[in-house]
């Protein structure tokens, strides 16, 4: 995947004709991402496109968007840093949006048909997006900002 992700950067750089200065793809697991990037680090966005839902309650640690992850996400993610959310599962969908709340973050937009109702512009449709949209199954999305002095949120 990492390999699809970086052809995809390049040629979307290439495209505008500008140099790749403000991307990073890494192969770590994110249970250490506290290893890689730490609070001197003043990331913008987060993109979490659909991760692994981890359906049963017992695993549901497990999740990208689960409480104890999105601490380890404020550390490095500036004030008024945004998490672009997009899944097929609603489930994990809704435990998500209780789970930005839960950690104190504003969602600014959410749909439950990201291509009937787009919250972000130019969306760039995924592998999984495109298969699950082909078998009518709706890309649910959300935009969460880290809550803090800017922007008066």
């Excluded at 435990?95 to 959410?110: D, L, R, T």
């Excluded at 999984?128 to 803090?148: D, N, P, S, V, Y």
Aim: net charge positive; proline share 3%; aromatic share 12%.
């Amino acid at each position: 995947m990492l390999g699809l992700a970086k052809r995809n950067v390049e040629k979307e750089y290439l495209d505008v004709k500008r140099e790749i200065d403000n991307v990073l793809l890494t192969a770590y697991e994110i249970q250490i991402i506290q290893n890689i990037l730490n609070k001197k680090d003043k990331i913008d966005r987060i993109y979490i496109n659909f991760c692994n839902p981890w359906p049963k309650p017992r695993h549901n640690k497990k999740r990208l968007t689960y409480p104890t992850q999105l601490e380890k996400y404020k550390i490095f993610l500036k004030k008024g840093g945004e998490v672009y959310f997009k899944t097929d599962d609603e489930s994990l969908f809704n435990a998500s949006v209780k789970y930005f709340e839960q950690e104190g973050f504003k969602i600014v937009s959410k749909t439950y048909d990201l291509h009937k109702e787009p919250i972000w512009e130019d969306n760039i449709e995924t592998e999984h997006e495109k298969m699950f949209e082909e078998q009518g199954i709706t890309t649910k999305a959300l935009i969460a900002i880290k809550r803090g002095t800017f922007l008066g949120l």
